[in-house]
């Protein structure tokens, strides 16, 4: 399965991210951010993997920092449409033909998430920059996550899709992942 990102501004404006061929982008940088996530959330829950290895090593060149900054980008990270207030769970309920709707306590705990998904854009583009710097360490071996070019490359479109969001005075940003 694939996604692509935009980034929505507390503005009402929506800046893709595409990459300079213009693919659409964002597949890698959430495949990333989500096994960065894991970690950050589980590492000390049992056995280690080689991933959680290489996850240990990529800690370690960012001198502490990297689980801080994953947890700001993951907070600011949205998926699905979601045009739902607080309280409107029975609109919800007639709107979406899924068959299994969330529950009354999982649509709240969402509607949540998306109003406390704000973030700063400065801080957003502080930390996509600062993750992206990270991952071009050439002392990073490979690993199964992380393509090194590939999804530096994601991470750069995403930069510079905030970059243009600043651009309609917006002060807050989010990830949108589709």
Known sequence: MSFFCTIETDANTVVPVTHIAG?????????????????????????????????????????????GTVDLLTTAVVSGEWDFAK?????????????QPLSQEAYLASAL?????????????????????????????????????????DFEAIHAAIVLAEQHETTKARLSFD
Not at 23 to 37: E, H, I, K, S, V
Not at 87 to 99: A, S
Not at 134 to 149: E, F, G, R, V
């Open 23 to 67: 693919q659409p982008g964002g597949n890698l940088a959430l495949r990333f951010l989500t096994a960065l996530d894991n970690f950050c959330r589980e590492r000390h829950l049992g056995q280690q993997t080689l991933q959680d290895q290489w996850l240990e090593l990529f800690e370690k060149t960012t001198n502490g920092s990297l689980c």
């Open 87 to 99: 309280y409107d769970y029975n609109r919800y309920l007639e709107v979406k033909t899924q068959l």
């Open 113 to 153: 998430h998306y109003q406390q998904s704000w973030t700063t854009i400065g801080d957003l583009k502080s930390a996509i920059g600062l993750l992206t710097r990270w991952l071009q360490n050439p002392a990073l071996p490979d690993n199964p996550i992380y393509m090194p070019k590939e999804t530096v490359f």
